[in-house]
């Protein structure tokens, strides 16, 4: 749990903090049930430094499984090339019992596979075939594209721009420690076996800089390697209607025939609403944004609390989790903010525990929370619910062709088509209304009061409407 399980010491067994290897039968037995399908995070750059085979590895040098992580020999005051951790420091860790480093990539507690041993593909190809004949509906695979690293181990080029926070590994472009060519041929084998028992996987991609459409979805293949890729560059854009439409058409075009994600939330980063918080009008945006997670096309990924817009905990230094926030500290990079409890209802510990949680509970929580939203038509909650709804019935949100259509400064339009259907969503991004022309057809959804189409788009108007063919 150093790193609060993306340290895995083994991989076919349920972490005891969080139940048995039954507890888990019986979730993915309830879930498929309820038709939900299960994925897993399959932590495979690297594993925790308590793993049997890191352990056995580094007792020493001619252990078989030395080649199962990257050991490379260098003076114990210079590290072997320039390379840096994600999470602060040199990414070489000096090994005193063999006299040699190791690679992590991130916290010296989670030493980097070496994939080209092929013992190691074949070993963790393993552990994917353990859970899928368990019935796991497939895996996110984490930092997918860091398992190769320049066969030479050049050093990396620095760099004075393009970070986001004054650390060293964003002052070096990353193009020998990670993103190298031989990852192709590995997903590409990797596919057949997820295709063997009709699994799918999805790919976090770290890019350089905040996000790269074509570096995600170069691992898309033709169709033949990851069914899936996460790009980050639509999460950290800022609140511009015109600039999220550009980035969503070249996340399309990056991914041509192959299918795309949309992603605004995830475990490693600030809340959306943080993001993009302004005063009063947070819920409004939370609803422009949900409405565009759900009708552009690409699979939506949902991150707990964001159907309740669920903000950032403020986190005190002393209650701090994330070693990342630890060691940055007082740098607001931690990443325990938008890892809170879920908030479910106003009774004690927001009703996810009853005992002490790991991290507080916002201390919204009386007001913004679960049961609280299903009580009010308005919420974001039932605002989610309803588009989940329109999705579910309109193949052409699901499965439609997307372009873009241009109305102005503040207004993302685009038109969804699929077999003769045509729907048009317009989302307006900013409070005050827009006069701009609407096509004629019937309002499918307005989150405003609306009959008919005759008057000009309200402002955070969510608006979808079926055209006239
Ligand atoms: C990914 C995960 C992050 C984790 C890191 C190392 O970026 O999303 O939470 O700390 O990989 O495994």
């Not at 959306?272 to 699979?299: C, H, M, P, Q, W």
Request: aromatic share 14%; with cysteine; proline share 4%.
């Amino acid at each position: 749990m150093h790193d609060f399980g993306y340290d895995v010491s083994d991989y076919n067994a349920i972490e005891p903090i969080f139940g048995s290897m039954q507890d888990f039968d019986n979730l993915l037995e309830a879930l498929h049930k309820r038709k939900i399908r299960l994925l897993l995070d399959l932590v495979a750059n690297h594993t925790s430094h308590e793993h049997p085979w890191f352990v056995e590895s580094r007792s020493s040098r001619t252990n078989p499984k030395r080649d199962w992580y990257v050991w490379r020999d260098g003076n114990r005051f210079w590290p072997p090339n320039n390379w840096q951790s994600v999470f602060g420091g040199s990414a070489w860790e000096w090994d005193s019992k063999t006299e040699s480093y190791y690679l992590h990539s991130f916290l010296k507690e989670q030493p980097d596979l070496n994939w080209r041993n092929d013992e190691v593909k074949a070993a963790i190809f393993e552990v994917m075939e353990f859970w899928l004949k368990k019935g796991v509906d497939g895996f996110r695979l984490d930092v997918v594209n860091m398992f190769f690293k320049d066969s030479e181990f050049k050093s990396n080029p620095l760099r004075l721009w393009g970070w986001r926070y004054p650390r060293p590994y964003e002052f070096q472009t990353h193009i020998h420690d990670m993103s190298q060519d031989e990852m192709h041929p590995m997903l590409k084998e990797m596919r057949q076996l997820l295709d063997k028992y009709n699994a799918v996987a999805v790919g976090e991609v770290m890019a350089d800089f905040a996000g790269d459409t074509a570096l995600a979805a170069s691992y898309l293949g033709d169709n033949d390697e990851l069914h899936l890729t996460f790009d980050f560059t639509l999460l950290y854009q800022k609140w511009d209607a015109h600039a999220i439409g550009k980035t969503l058409a070249a996340w399309y075009t990056a991914c041509s025939t192959n299918w795309p994600t949309l992603v605004f939330n995830n475990h490693d980063q600030d809340r959306s609403v943080n993001r993009y918080s302004k005063a009063f009008e947070n819920d409004a945006r939370a609803k422009i944004l949900a409405a565009l997670l759900l009708t552009a096309k690409g699979t939506p990924f949902l991150y707990y609390g964001e159907e309740i817009a669920m903000k950032n905990g403020s986190i005190e230094k002393a209650d701090l989790r994330d070693p990342v926030g630890i060691r940055f500290w007082p740098l607001t990079v931690s990443r325990d903010p938008a890892r809170t409890p879920m908030l479910w209802d106003k009774s004690h510990n927001a009703g996810f525990s009853t005992e002490k949680p790991w991290l507080p509970v916002n201390d919204d929580y009386l007001k913004r929370n679960k049961e609280a939203q299903e009580a009010d038509a308005g919420s974001v909650l039932n605002f989610y619910r309803k588009l989940l709804a329109f999705r579910k019935e309109n193949a052409a949100l699901r499965l439609g062709s997307f372009s873009l259509l241009d109305r102005g400064k503040n207004v993302l339009a685009f038109r969804r088509e699929h077999k003769g259907d045509i729907i048009d969503v317009y989302l307006n991004f900013a409070a005050a209304p827009s006069a701009i022309p609407l096509p004629s057809g019937r309002v499918l959804f307005s989150n405003q009061n609306r009959y008919g189409l005759s008057r000009s788009l309200g402002g955070y108007e969510v608006l979808l409407i079926a055209v006239d063919s």
